[in-house]
């Protein structure tokens, strides 16, 4: 662990920055050692909200315990269509599952309607 705090400590890394218009300000040792840059942005291809409230509302029609036709974007699992903690918990997961992501537990337990759901994944970072 010292090691690594030394050797950071020390390391100097030159960073080669690109004006918006493409054109490359310095020259950077990592481009030389590599030959390329990579460029990281933020998740371009994030769901629409309408995507989202789709694939929600398909996978809320398709438990068992529910009545499609109640099954709309503002209907709360349990006061609408009487469901238990226990439903809410497996729709969280197919949910988790058919967006793969994971939703923590504190969360979780404020997801109670399909609205909910639906501002949770859309806000994901990590929703596909």
């Known amino acids: 662990m010292a090691l690594r705090a030394a050797l950071i400590r020390h390391l100097r890394v030159p ?28 998740h371009d291809d994030h769901l629409s909200k309408e995507d989202v409230a789709d694939r929600v509302l398909s996978v809320v029609k398709s438990f068992p315990k529910v009545d499609p036709s109640k099954v709309t974007p503002d209907v709360h699992f349990q006061s609408d269509l009487g469901l238990d903690s226990l439903d809410n918990v497996e729709i969280l997961m197919a949910l988790e599952e058919e967006f793969k992501l994971e939703i923590p537990d504190k969360e979780a337990d404020k997801i109670d309607s399909c609205k909910l759901a639906i501002e949770y994944i859309h806000n994901h970072p990590m929703a596909s």
């Open 15 to 42: 960073v080669q920055t690109v004006s918006p218009a493409g054109r490359v300000s310095q020259p950077s040792v990592a481009n030389s050692l590599f030959g390329s840059i990579r460029f990281m942005s933020s």
